[in-house]
């Protein structure tokens, strides 16, 4: 069965930074491209990083430059950290495949507010 974990999250203040983390379980996460995507209350899912096979990243432009997508394949984790954080950025973060063709996790809150 194939389960994906997020952790990492929490209540930062703007301007601070969190690492959040995606462990798997039934899958390599190796093998596909992987993405961090983002859901605020009352909007669409939004995917805001990836990484593909073969290690080349992509953001959009609202987080290009505070946002960096890494996986550590030895750990079957892939992570994100995100610096100079907005209260814009607050929302649920999930990662899952890019496109998005497993269950997704439960997600991760990260807030941020002063």
């Known amino acids: 069965q194939v389960q994906l974990v997020e952790s990492g999250g929490g209540l930062v203040q703007p301007g601070g930074s969190l690492r959040l983390s995606c462990a798997a379980s039934g899958i390599s996460l190796s093998i596909d491209a992987m993405g961090w995507y983002r859901q605020a209350p009352g909007q669409q899912r939004e995917l805001v990083a990836t990484?593909?096979?073969?290690?080349?990243?992509n953001y959009p432009d609202s987080v290009k430059g505070r946002f960096t997508i890494s996986r550590d394949n030895a750990k079957n984790t892939v992570y994100l950290q995100m610096n100079s954080l907005k209260p814009e950025d607050t929302a649920v973060y999930y990662c899952?495949?890019?496109?998005?063709?497993?269950?997704w996790g439960q997600g991760t809150q990260v807030t941020v507010s002063s």
């Open positions: 899952n495949t890019v496109p998005p063709f497993r269950s």
């Open positions: 990484i593909t096979h073969g290690n080349s990243t």
